[in-house]
C-alpha cells in the first residue's frame, strides 16, 4: 500500500477488498460474443451484446482519442480470458473510466496487457486533479494484476489506464466500484436497472469476496423513508453477490444492504 494525500493504493485483491465491502460491480457479463464497437459505453448503450441498461448508471468507458469501434469486448476463451473484457481496440489509445454523479471513493479492477512489453500507466483524478499515479505490472489474462484505490477525502471521477507502445493492448476484467469502508447495518449500495425482467426488477450487485454472508434488506421508496421489505432474509455466500429484487411498488430505489454471520 502506498499512501498518500489521503488516498491509499493497493495492489493486494485481499487487502482490499477485506477493507471494503460497500462496492458496486460492473463485470460486463452480458455479452456472448467477442466484438469490437464504437464507444462511450454507458446506460444508454445498444448493440447486438448490449442493451439499454446493462451497464451501471453514471458510469462510462471510452477511449483518447476516440475513433470508430475503439473499444473491445472480449469473450472467452478468446486469448485465454478467464472472464469477459473490456478493452481499448487501439495500442496507442488511453482507456479511460469515467464516473458521473457517482459516490466513488473506492475501486478495484483486474487489468492485464495484451501483446508487447511495455507496463501499465494509471492515473485517478478527483474534480480538482490528479490525486493517483502508478505503474501496474503487464501481467496476462490468466494471472491480472490488481489495482485498487480508496480516497477518503475525494470522490473518484476517472480513471485513464496508458500503454504507449505499439501494439500493446489494456483489457479490464471487471471494475468494483463505490463508497469505500465495510458495509453496516445501514449502509447504502448502488444498483443498476436489469434488462429482463423489465420494468419492476433490479439487479442488485456488491463486492465481498471473503468474510461474511450478506442478504437484501430493503429499499426505499424516493417519495419519502418509507422502508418496503422485499427479499429480507435472502443470502447469498461471497462472491455470488447477485440478486433480482421485484420492485414494482417502489418506483426508485435504494438498496440496503445487511450483514449476517456466516452459518
Known amino acids: 500500500m502506498i499512501p498518500a494525500r489521503a488516498v491509499t493504493s493497493f495492489t493486494d485483491r485481499i487487502t482490499f477488498f477485506e477493507q471494503n465491502t460497500r462496492l458496486a460491480i460492473e463485470d460486463f457479463s452480458e455479452p456472448t460474443n467477442s466484438f469490437a464497437f464504437p464507444g462511450p459505453l454507458d446506460a444508454s448503450t445498444s448493440n447486438a451484446e448490449i442493451n439499454p441498461g446493462d451497464i451501471s448508471n453514471g458510469f462510462s468507458i471510452d477511449t483518447v482519442p476516440a475513433f470508430a469501434d475503439n473499444l473491445f469486448l472480449g469473450v472467452p476463451p478468446l486469448g485465454g480470458r478467464l472472464t469477459n473484457t473490456i478493452g481499448n481496440n487501439n495500442q496507442l489509445t488511453t482507456l479511460r473510466f469515467d464516473f458521473a454523479g457517482l459516490d466513488v471513493t473506492a475501486f478495484g479492477l483486474d487489468v492485464y496487457g495484451f501483446g508487447g512489453s511495455t507496463n501499465i500507466s494509471v492515473e485517478v483524478f478527483c474534480a480538482t486533479g490528479l ?14 494484476s490488481f489495482f485498487g484505490v480508496v480516497a477518503e477525502s475525494s470522490s473518484v471521477s476517472r480513471i485513464e489506464l496508458t500503454r504507449n507502445d505499439f501494439n500493446s493492448f489494456i483489457n479490464v476484467y471487471g471494475i468494483h466500484f463505490g463508497p469505500f469502508g465495510i458495509i453496516g447495518d445501514s449502509g447504502s449500495i448502488l444498483s443498476k436497472p436489469a434488462v429482463s425482467p423489465a ?23 424516493a417519495t419519502g423513508d418509507v422502508y418496503v421489505e422485499t427479499t429480507n432474509g435472502l443470502a447469498s455466500t461471497p462472491p455470488l453477490n447477485t440478486f433480482t429484487v421485484n420492485t414494482v411498488s417502489i ?3 435504494n438498496f440496503r444492504i445487511r450483514a449476517q454471520v456466516d452459518p
Open 251 to 253: 418506483p426508485s430505489s
Open 131 to 144: 490525486i493517483v499515479a502508478a505503474t501496474i505490472n503487464m501481467a496476462s489474462a490468466a494471472s491480472p
Open 199 to 221: 420494468p419492476d426488477a433490479v439487479v442488485l450487485r456488491w463486492t465481498s469476496e471473503n468474510g461474511v454472508t450478506y442478504s437484501v434488506d430493503r429499499a426505499n421508496a
